[in-house]
């Protein structure tokens, strides 16, 4: 973590827990796939040119009237039902008044009292340890729109001339998924909120209800961290650090604010309970504004809504239509291919591998061959080229017929590669681009003991060493003749040659 920019004292994280009980409280928006907005048939798609997605409604022009999004109801309940929540037999939107530029109404139509789900719990697992994050509700609400920063050199407010202001994503759907204090999670509280934060993203894509894109905005946490002096029972006073959009932001800030206050509170200070703002370049929060109480907001009923009260069998209907949700499934496939916990781990720290990997054992690789080329060569080539995994260009189909020529002897690892960065190229499918560029493996076995001879021909101290009992000396000759093949030989063949030769 580097403070290069910020002027807070910060206290030891180590220090700060000795002194200190972390308490959590997650905050989470999960925007909608919904074709339309919450309130208006104006589209969500991404990426528009501004202000080309807005209509009356979602712009609080006078006399326009809103009406219910009926997926986004759905996808709430779904989302509720997969946190264990119990879903209302009847809730209602209330309008949370404040003004704020990207707020085109001056209010936000939420739901305040009567949320749709409530009382739901996570367990997560790590590294054996399981924590457990109290769900307080689960409720609809719109999106506001997005201030453009102008000017500066990394489009955030810092260094920024001015904004601008782009209407649409105002009126977005949108769940907010509130937990209740978090306790007990030791020295890896932003650890635990990490992975809450994956289990929500891998949970809602499941579901299939939002693409949690975090770059896009898609899932947004405001997290909230407070601390205790050691035995005491009295909550201290909490920071909010507003739309953090990264998993690892969410743990750098929450780790940011632990030594930030541990400094305050060390010094005979107050920490003040108000918004901050996670400033990615530097790494540090900075102070937004004083954190408004519930009241604060002057909540009241929406008159322009129906309540909304789903049917107890339209509930279980979609009760019963829930897909295996993430960590069950994880949990299953473990078992089934046999992984260790770190094999695992490295799968779940790569976004969507899981699914893909998967896909691949469904279409005939080994779980071991799949695992090895989405989380090293094909991950490898996503980062490189700034992309999810799952749109580098490449298939599972396509994967696990690379490894079944692997399996074959017809490639071997090194070519496969070359053959995968190929195809993630969009040069044509596996088979095409190894017909054309000659890179199946040599299986001449005359051509291969000619290339041995001469490579013990030309070292000949190298061959003494074998003929002497030295046989891991022989990785020097199978590195000349797989050069002198240019890598299309199979080194397992050419070894048994040397020492064939050599005997």
Known sequence: MSSEYSTDELMDYDEVMRRFDVVLGLEVHVELNTRSKMWCGCSTEFGAEPNTHTCPVCLGLPGS????????????????????????????????????????????????DEPIAFDGEVTLELDGERYVVPIERAHMEEDAGKSVHMGGSTGRIQGSDYSLMDYNRAGVPLIEIVTKPIFGTGTRGPEVARAYMAFLRDMVRALGVSEARMEQGNLRCDANVSLMPKGSTQLGTRSETKNVNSLRSVEAALRYEICRQGAVLAAGGRVKQETRMWNETGEFTTSGRSKEQAEDYRYLPEPDLVPVAPSREWVEELRASLPELPAAKAARLRKEWGFSELEMRDIHGSEGALDLIEATV?????????????????????????????????????VARVQRLVDAGSLNDRLARTVLAAVAAGQGEPEVIIERRGLAIVSDEGALAAAVAAAIEANPGVAEKIRGGKVQAAGALIGAVMKQMHGKADAARVRELVLEQLS
């Open 362 to 398: 469904a279409a005939g690789a080994d779980p071991a061959s799949a695992r090895k080329w989405w989380i090293t060569e094909l991950a490898r080539q996503a980062n490189e080229a700034g992309v999810p995994l799952a749109e580098v260009g490449v298939s599972a189909e396509q």
């Open 65 to 112: 009237l809103p009406v219910v999004n009926k997926k986004a109801v759905e996808a709430a309940i779904r989302i509720g039902l997969s946190l264990g929540c119990s879903i209302a037999p009847w809730c209602r939107f209330a309008r949370k008044q404040y003004f704020y530029p990207d707020m085109p109404k001056n209010y936000q139509v939420s739901q305040y």
